[in-house]
């Protein structure tokens, strides 16, 4: 009966995993509703500025220098948003691969890169690689405040235009949709506005401005780039619930297919058992005779 009872116990153990995995399932689905209709809210907005800046920008008249390559030395800021917990699949690996991809691109360049991390994941990963975190954050869970985004993007820009950094790119998982997320790295500084491929230039269009373009690109173009990065916050959010929905679905199938094995085991090694004490007990009872 000992093998029997072993089987018990692991089969027992299963069923709390599998109660655990359900739970926290339930738990980012929850999360996933909530944290989609924040990142789907804020994407109209942002891509309609996109295309505001890209027509702005193609006028003879106007100079931002956001908007243009500064003589910066080859230093970059590169902000990678990870995750502070496990447990969501690939969603951590799949952000770090294209972080270590986008440094390997601009040490090509000559470009020293400092890292800043949102994410105790990341923080750890790069700590694994030796490399030095030039800030961390880890106050980011299900949601972050525009406010929070705004003060991080306005220490950007103010940077850039002080000619102390020559870029600032974002490494994050883009949400497309719920089967559909894919690490991006984003270049917020300079200003590169976003082009479906393929699609032709514009022609030029002439406006005539009210207040003046360099009061109207003083407010429109800091908004598009805090705008942008609370983009990314938002899709690498939901991106993280969807991560951790679907493996944690996946463990609680596994568990229960791992319950039903153990429960054919136990069932088979109960009833050789069975058989074995019965043998035992006519054995018996012939010897008795």
Excluded: W
Excluded at 227 to 245: G, K, P, T, W
């Amino acid at each position: 009966m000992a093998k029997a009872r072993v089987i018990v116990k692991r089969r027992r153990a299963v069923r709390n995993i599998r109660k655990i995995t359900a739970t926290m399932q339930l738990i980012a689905t929850a999360r996933f509703q909530k944290c989609m209709q924040r990142a789907v809210a804020s994407r109209p907005y942002t891509q309609k500025i996109g295309e505001l800046i890209e027509t702005l920008a193609g006028q003879q008249t106007i100079e931002h220098p956001l908007l243009k390559p500064n003589a910066a030395p080859g230093r970059s800021i590169l902000l990678v948003i990870s995750s502070n917990r496990g447990l969501c699949g690939a969603y951590n690996a799949s952000v770090l691969r294209r972080m270590i991809e986008r440094r390997k691109e601009l040490s090509g360049a000559g470009i020293a890169t400092a890292m800043e991390v949102v994410g105790k994941k990341g923080i750890n990963y790069l700590h694994f690689l030796g490399l030095e975190v030039a800030q961390r954050i880890t106050d980011v869970e299900d949601r972050i405040a525009f406010a929070r985004v705004a003060e991080m993007a306005e220490r950007y820009m103010r940077l850039y235009e002080q000619n102390e950094v020559a870029r600032v790119d974002v490494v994050y998982m883009q949400f497309h949709s719920v089967g559909v997320q894919r690490p991006q790295a984003l270049q917020l500084l300079p200003i590169e506005p976003p082009r479906a491929s393929g699609e032709p230039a514009r022609a030029p269009v002439q406006f005539e401005f009210s207040p003046p373009p360099a009061e109207l690109l003083s407010r429109l173009i800091p908004e598009a780039v805090k705008i942008r990065l609370f983009q990314c916050f938002n899709d690498a959010i939901v991106s993280e619930q969807v991560s951790r929905m679907v493996a944690m679905k996946a463990a609680t199938d596994a568990a229960g297919d791992m319950i039903k094995l153990l429960t054919r085991q136990y069932n088979r090694a109960r009833q050789s058992q069975i058989t074995t004490e019965l043998a035992d007990i006519v054995g018996g009872a012939n010897a008795v005779q």
